[in-house]
């Protein structure tokens, strides 16, 4: 292990670049709260459009949509996460995710604020919890004197 000196302080070479890694994270609004969803598994943000209803699914599944001639599901991340019905506003976007086990999913989210990158050192793991939302929180952000709470994508999938 290598050392180096900062500020007269010995920090192993490994500590150093895990400060300096960061992530960088789409922050979303979903009713007054803030979530975060890492980049990487972003494919395309796009605004509101017609969903075809599917019937005999969950409530949160709102059905799907055509997009570039892939037909991709689409679901309420509200009701997802036991919240109000969706309210569609000019601010309302789909977020197309790749996730592992599901392929393309859509997120029909409230709005979607900015991008921001955290260092490892400005994100918290929570405890795993498998009741209501928080199984698809795996861990907390501090953003300007923020709280983001990030999703755990490998937790999101089409079925409840």
């Known amino acids: 292990m290598e050392l180096s000196t900062n500020n ?5 070479e490994d ?5 300096v890694e960061t992530i960088q994270y789409i922050v979303i609004r979903l009713g ?21 209803r599917v019937p005999k699914m969950p409530a949160y599944l709102k059905g799907v949509i055509n997009l570039r001639g892939v037909v991709i599901p689409v679901m309420s ?12 506003t000019k601010a309302t976007r789909i977020i197309v995710l790749k996730l592992a086990e599901e392929g393309q999913v859509g997120f029909i989210v409230d709005e979607v604020k900015e ?16 009741e209501g939302k928080a199984n698809l929180i795996n861990a907390v952000g501090k953003h300007n004197g923020e709280l983001i709470s990030l999703f755990d994508m490998s937790a999101i999938s089409l079925e409840g």
Do not use: C, F, W
């Open 8 to 12: 007269s302080k010995l920090i192993p």
């Open 15 to 19: 500590e150093r670049q895990r400060s």
């Open 32 to 52: 007054e709260e803030q979530y975060g969803i890492d980049i990487r598994n972003i494919d395309t943000i796009t605004r509101m459009q017609h969903i075809t």
């Open 77 to 88: 991340m509200r009701l997802r996460m036991n919240l109000a019905e969706d309210e569609i």
């Open 115 to 130: 991008v921001v990158s955290l260092s490892v050192d400005d994100i918290e793991r929570i405890p795993d919890n498998k």
